[in-house]
């Protein structure tokens, strides 16, 4: 992590990771950072419509307050989880 940034993760359905920080406010809420990312030219507002957010694997909702030391996941519709995956992966060879 960096300073007093909030650094936020992006894992394509390529396994390609894309990682961008983000200034720490107070009373900052998802929603908000979302708009300010747009804003920024960082991603587009269409790339958000068919996403979900976690915070350290947990989905949390658009209003959530983001805490200081949070790193937020924006996480693809999954049909299924990492870890299932995973296990699917695994029995398959």
Request: proline share 1%.
């Amino acid at each position: 992590m960096k300073n007093n940034n909030i650094e936020i993760v992006y894992i394509s359905s390529n396994d390609k990771i894309f990682k961008n920080y983000i200034q720490f406010r107070e009373n900052y809420i998802l929603k908000d950072m979302l708009e300010d990312l747009v804003n920024a030219s960082i991603f587009s507002k269409n790339f958000f419509s068919n996403k979900f957010f976690g915070v350290f694997g947990k989905r949390v909702e658009l209003n959530y307050i983001i805490k200081k030391d949070d790193r937020i996941e924006i996480l693809d519709n999954l049909l299924m989880s990492p870890n299932d995956r995973r296990k699917h992966n695994f029995k398959k060879n």
